[in-house]
């Protein structure tokens, strides 16, 4: 256990559906993260929040779209995918940006039907 | 961004100690060196970090030379679950680009 809840854990959807992913940290951490990590790839580092402001968008298609109402939740919402955007979606939470320990959560199992 | 090169893979058999070394030949005066474990269809987990020289807790040791154009994750006595994918992450100036990961290295241990 993290500190970092993400639900749903495994989410099926189809290409014309709209779905959100939910990520929720109680550690008073100032940054979270989005990533996405396809089989056998690396993790890509998709959206960075600090302090409630988007300060990172690693050329993300704008079929996601990130929220962050607050400090400890973060959303992806999600539309019109495409079957290749079937991954697992990291979030991550960390005091600050900079040289700092991130604490991911469990991942949601995306799979775009 | 400073850019990291690992081994893709590495095997080890229970019991030995394990040095993982990553290269990051243009690191930058405020970078941190940190390291992350990831099992299958989990999130990464943080290990340990330093800025020079040697760090240990309780899960490994950091070695880093006195240029930190590398660094070697040394894990004493691998276990069977220590199996999995070893991160080096290298911050960059700016600060908010340091959660970049590469590919990182697998590590099998074998019984």
């Known amino acids: 256990e993290t500190g970092v809840t993400q639900t749903p854990r495994h989410l099926v959807m189809g290409m014309t559906n709209k779905k959100s992913l939910k990520c929720e940290q109680h550690l008073g951490h100032n940054a979270m993260y989005w990533y996405k990590q396809s089989a056998k790839k690396p993790l890509e580092l998709m959206f960075v929040?600090?302090?409630?402001?988007?300060?990172e968008n690693n050329s993300v298609p704008s079929r996601f779209s990130p929220e962050c109402p607050n400090s400890s939740h973060l959303f992806l919402h999600l539309h019109t995918l495409q079957p290749e955007d079937s991954a697992l979606y990291l979030c991550?939470?960390?005091?600050?940006?900079?040289?700092?320990?991130?604490?991911f959560g469990q991942g949601t199992r995306l799979t775009v039907v | 961004l400073a850019k990291t090169t690992q081994p893709i893979s590495m095997d080890s058999y229970e019991g030995q100690e394990v040095n993982i070394t990553c290269s990051h030949n243009n690191i930058a005066t405020n970078d941190y060196i940190t390291w992350y474990q990831q099992f299958p269809s989990q999130g990464p987990r943080f290990i340990i970090q330093g800025y020079k020289t040697k760090v240990t807790n309780e899960v490994a040791s950091l070695f880093i030379p006195a240029d930190r154009k590398s660094s070697t994750l040394s894990l004493p006595r691998v276990s069977l679950s220590d199996t999995a994918v070893y991160y080096c992450?290298?911050?960059?100036?700016?600060?908010?680009?340091?959660?970049?990961f590469g590919t990182g290295t697998r590590l099998t241990v074998i019984p």
């Open positions: 991550a939470s960390s005091p600050g940006t900079a040289n700092t320990e991130a604490f």
């Open positions: 929040y600090s302090l409630e402001e988007r300060v």
């Open positions: 992450l290298v911050g960059d100036e700016a600060g908010a680009n340091n959660l970049f």
